[in-house]
Each structure stands twice: as structure tokens, then as C-alpha cells.
Nanobody, 116 residues
Framework: QVQLVESGGGLVQAGGSQRLSCAAS????????MGWFRQAPGKEREFVAAILWSSGRTYYADSVKGRFTISRDNAKKTVFLQMNSLKPEDTAIYYCNAQNGGYDYWGQGTQVTVSS
């Protein structure tokens, strides 16, 4: 029932910034954890950031701490990922994710390419 649609991907130069959005359709329950994963060429999919919808508590991978910020808009049912000081190694397909117990939803992914 939950559908996730990412937007905001594209090409950016190293050191630049980019903001991703994930719009969620359907009802979002208080127990949901929403976040972002990414998969770079030749690498496994990895966790980037997450936010607990009800409390707003956030979690970050060590590789992005201090550079990325995850946030949410309750009214718009949207999760954001603000990416600053981008590095070429941030190049990946970024996926929006929503989890609630046994439920696990994924967006289609959006490509982020950071040029050096």
C-alpha cells in the first residue's frame, strides 16, 4: 500500500550539494522507520541515513556524518536527504526505504553522480 517516489537526483560537482526527496503515498504509521540506502557501482547496497517518523530521531552511516542530513515533513509525507560536501565516492543509486515490522518498501531509486 505504501508507495515511495524519489526525486532530486542528478549530476553535481565534487564539493557541491544536492537534495533528494522521497514522497510517500498512503498512510504512514507512527512506528515507521524511513531512510535512504545507496548502491555504488561494484559495491553492495549500504545504509545511508534513517529517521523515525514519530520522534524524528535520526541515524547516519559514519561515511556521511557531518555531511548529510535527513529530515521529514509530516504534512507532505516526504523524507529529505540534504547532501553537502559531496565526494565522487558518493556516486550511487539512492533508494528510499520504509520499514515497519515485517513490512519493507522501496522506491525505484534515483541516480546521483558526483564528478571530480
Amino acid at each position: 500500500q505504501v508507495q515511495l517516489v524519489e526525486s532530486g537526483g542528478g549530476l553535481v560537482q565534487a564539493g557541491g550539494s544536492q537534495r533528494l526527496s522521497c514522497a510517500a503515498s498512503g498512510r504512514t504509521f507512527s512506528g515507521y522507520r524511513m531512510g535512504w540506502f545507496r548502491q555504488a557501482p561494484g559495491k553492495e547496497r549500504e545504509f545511508v541515513a534513517a529517521i523515525l517518523w514519530s520522534s524524528g530521531r535520526t541515524y547516519y552511516a559514519d561515511s556521511v556524518k557531518g555531511r548529510f542530513t535527513i529530515s521529514r515533513d509530516n504534512a507532505k509525507k516526504t523524507v529529505f536527504l540534504q547532501m553537502n560536501s559531496l565526494k565522487p565516492e558518493d556516486t550511487a543509486i539512492y533508494y528510499c526505504n520504509a520499514q515497519n515490522g515485517g513490512y519493507d518498501y522501496w522506491g525505484q531509486g534515483t541516480q546521483v553522480t558526483v564528478s571530480s
